[in-house]
């Protein structure tokens, strides 16, 4: 009898993890937020991409397709990094452009 409760359990198991979808290298929620940090923090229009490109890979990932979710995790990710560098490249060549141009009409003068 035991025996037989020993195979059931093991049989459960096996079927249980044969049919849960395979561990993926992203947290699917912290990109998401990471995506509406994006939104917020840096260039907003591709913040908005990479949060739809998120949640395309969040419901992949709940369908138990992790290959597509993966992909698209990738490519959100790579937005949400770009959409910081972008924004960091304005803050940064924002005012190097005002010093620039105030230096040129000073010379101008």
Same mark, same amino acid.
């Given at each position: 009898m035991e025996d037989e409760e020993k195979a059931v359990e093991s049989l459960v198991c096996k079927t249980e993890a044969s049919h849960s979808p395979s561990p993926i290298r992203c947290c699917w929620l912290r990109l998401r937020y990471w995506a509406a940090t994006s939104i917020i923090c840096g260039c907003s229009c591709l913040g908005v991409v990479a949060l739809v490109f *998120?949640? !395309? *890979? #969040? =419901?992949?990932h !709940? *369908? +138990?397709?992790? #290959? =597509? *979710? =993966?992909?698209? +995790?990738?490519?959100?990710r790579r937005l949400i990094l770009a959409s910081f560098v972008v924004w960091l490249m304005v803050l940064i060549l924002g005012p190097l452009l005002l010093w620039l141009l105030s230096y040129a009409i000073a010379q101008a003068e």
């Amino acid at each position: 009898m035991e025996d037989e409760e020993k195979a059931v359990e093991s049989l459960v198991c096996k079927t249980e993890a044969s049919h849960s979808p395979s561990p993926i290298r992203c947290c699917w929620l912290r990109l998401r937020y990471w995506a509406a940090t994006s939104i917020i923090c840096g260039c907003s229009c591709l913040g908005v991409v990479a949060l739809v490109f *998120a949640i !395309k *890979a #969040e =419901e992949r990932h !709940k *369908a +138990g397709r992790s #290959e =597509e *979710a =993966e992909h698209w +995790g990738v490519r959100a990710r790579r937005l949400i990094l770009a959409s910081f560098v972008v924004w960091l490249m304005v803050l940064i060549l924002g005012p190097l452009l005002l010093w620039l141009l105030s230096y040129a009409i000073a010379q101008a003068e």
